[in-house]
């Protein structure tokens, strides 16, 4: 306030208006188009890395292009939607990956909700830091890197957890992911190792939001084990439980690396998940337009997903305001 | 409880961790086998561990390549986006232009897309400008895919900074520069912490667009080890073992030290608290 103050002095009294409008205009000036260039390097990246080769995608979807027949695209309209909608084997990845996203789902959130509340006492646990960084380690390496633990692991002539299988059962060692019948189930314990902590930790957070007050009224009553879950924790730690399935929910549906460094999608194609089927049209049949229009599909559904997610999100902020 | 009770409940509890921990163990164990102890059957799990893994390991040619790219490719991609990210949040955040709840929409659409949905578009454009192998193609794509993460983070944090502040320092004769960087930076600390970890480690595990639109020049370490198992000789056991093992180390010692940021840093940012 000091310089302000002495400068305005400085300036004789009959000028005072006009410094006040000139600083005025100043600031209009800069409110004007400051926002606008605080938003240009944003804009920039996104139109560069996202409109333009979306478009360009969205625009390909329409043609029968393929980069390895060396023919110029060719302007089929929406003959590629309209075989993906008739094919046969898309809607059967289509089905695998729906089974997948509720099996892995249904699992992670049950063994998470468990296993959180069983941590919810852990605050004095010695060690507790590096025992949950243990726990949580699974989600923050990448699933190349997992997918290498479980070849390892699964591998019939040397895997630890096939050479558990023969002793248990006394039969020969199985060869998980190579078999028909368990490649899938072996692929979705992967990923419920590599997920339940995510659960885990959105228990958690569910659990700390719920009021100390509240907690302490359940145990004065001596409310049940049961009865304080359904009507203490669960009103105050839905919201939170709720973003955290459908968070989990879309990660599942995007589901890839994972499959593709375990199995490629194989044996057969018992474990092809939708993000394969599009892998492989695209980068190893090369059929680009027909991979553009699935991608395309894909991307709508993200949307979809996106505004379930915000329309829950903004509602529990609409309840708080 | 009494002691007992807790001690057997503590127990249980680190049971559990270590069980979560255990295929991590074994990965790490068999970086300090040979590779006729990895192949043994039964698996072992006593034996003299040996350090050939490792020297000969770093007496590779290209494996202090991928690392070096690893590191400086995520670095500099998400240096650049937090700069972006931050520079557009205050905005986002203070003069809420029209289309601000449309474009913070579409940047979370953004992270919800399918990898394999995503990366089709971004071959397209990238063999068509020949950018494939490209260290600052690769870079400012990285950057891009940090912008989602990093705004809606930030945003969330600027939100939470009185505006009060902002008026005050104005009124002082600050410009929105100083306002910006030296009243409302320093205050939003824990959400920058947040958003560089976080996205240092999300790009560190990328693989697939690193493997589609990378490179001999833009390797990183994902790649080399999808590489490096898919290899037609067989997998060489020992090499992965080791790679995989110095991988996966910064991500787990990131998540020890900034274990509270890690709530905020798995929903992007919309669940805050810690564990």
Excluded at chain 2, 80 to 91: D, E, G, K
Aim: charged share 10%; glycine share 6%; proline share 5%.
């Amino acid at each position: 306030m000091q310089h302000i103050g002495s400068r305005s002095q400085r300036k004789s009294v009959t000028q005072k208006l006009s410094w006040w409008a000139q600083l005025g205009h100043a600031l209009d000036r800069r409110e004007r188009t400051l926002p606008s260039l605080l938003l240009v390097p944003v804009l920039l990246f996104f139109i560069i890395w996202n409109i333009i080769p979306t478009l360009w995608m969205v625009g390909l979807s329409f043609y029968n292009y393929s980069m390895i027949s060396g023919r110029p695209a060719r302007f089929i309209g929406i003959t590629n939607f309209a075989d993906i909608l008739v094919d046969n084997s898309v809607w059967l990845s289509f089905s695998k990956t729906l089974i997948w996203v509720f099996s892995t789902v249904a699992i992670e959130t049950a063994l998470g909700l468990l296993l959180g509340l069983l941590f919810w006492g852990s605050a004095k646990l010695p060690g507790r830091r590096l025992a949950l960084t243990m726990i949580f380690a699974p989600m923050m390496i990448t699933p190349v890197a997992a997918s290498i633990f479980f070849r390892l692991m699964y591998d019939p002539t040397f895997g630890v957890i096939s050479w558990v299988i023969s002793l248990l059962t006394g039969q020969a060692a199985p060869n998980l992911l190579g078999d028909r019948l368990t490649a899938f189930g072996a692929a979705l314990a992967v990923d419920v190792w590599i997920w339940t902590p995510f659960m885990i930790l959105i228990t958690l957070a569910a659990l700390g939001s719920v009021p100390r007050a509240e907690l302490e009224a359940a145990q004065i009553d001596k409310l049940s084990w049961i009865k304080k879950f359904r009507y203490v924790i669960l009103p105050n730690g839905k919201f939170i439980l709720m973003l955290g399935i459908l968070l989990r929910t879309i990660d599942s549906f995007k589901t890839m690396d994972l499959i593709f460094s375990l199995t490629r999608g194989g044996p057969g194609n018992t474990t092809e998940l939708i993000a394969i089927v599009l892998y492989r049209k695209a980068f190893e049949a090369f059929n680009l337009g027909w991979a553009s229009a699935l991608a395309v599909i894909l991307l709508l559904t993200a949307i979809a997903f996106t505004s379930i997610y915000l329309f829950i999100l903004n509602r529990k902020q609409a309840e708080e305001a | 409880m009494t002691q007992g009770r807790t001690r057997l409940y503590h127990l249980l509890l680190w049971v559990i961790a270590l069980i979560f921990f255990s295929p991590i163990l074994w990965i790490a164990l068999a970086s300090f086998k040979t590779k006729d102890q990895i192949l043994a059957t039964p698996p072992l799990f006593v034996f003299p561990p040996t350090l050939a893994n490792y020297t000969d390991f770093f007496s590779r040619q290209n494996v202090g390549e991928y690392f070096v790219n690893s590191f400086l490719i995520s670095i500099v991609a998400v240096l650049i986006a937090i700069l972006v990210s931050f520079l557009a949040s205050y905005c986002f955040s203070r003069f809420q232009p029209r289309g601000t709840s449309f474009m913070m929409f579409i940047l979370l659409s953004i992270r919800m897309v399918p990898a394999a949905a995503t990366v089709v578009p971004i071959f397209l454009m990238y063999s068509a400008f020949s950018w494939k192998d490209s260290w600052p193609a690769l870079v400012l794509f990285y950057a891009m895919f940090s912008i989602p993460f990093s705004v809606w983070i930030l945003k969330g944090f600027i939100d939470g900074v009185s505006r009060r502040y902002d008026e005050t320092a104005l009124v002082n004769g600050g410009s929105r520069l100083h306002v910006m960087f030296k009243v409302v930076l320093p205050q939003v600390r824990p959400g920058l912490i947040a958003a560089f970890i976080f996205n240092l480690i999300f790009v560190w595990n990328e693989f697939l667009v690193n493997f589609i639109i990378g490179g001999k020049t833009t390797t990183m370490i994902p790649t080399a080890l999808m590489i490096g198992v898919a290899n037609n000789l067989g997998t060489d056991w020992t090499f992965v073992a080791t790679l995989t093992t110095l991988y996966i180390l910064p991500p787990i010692i990131a998540i020890f030290f900034f274990q509270k940021y890690l709530l905020v840093g798995m929903t992007f940012g919309t669940v805050r608290g810690e564990v």
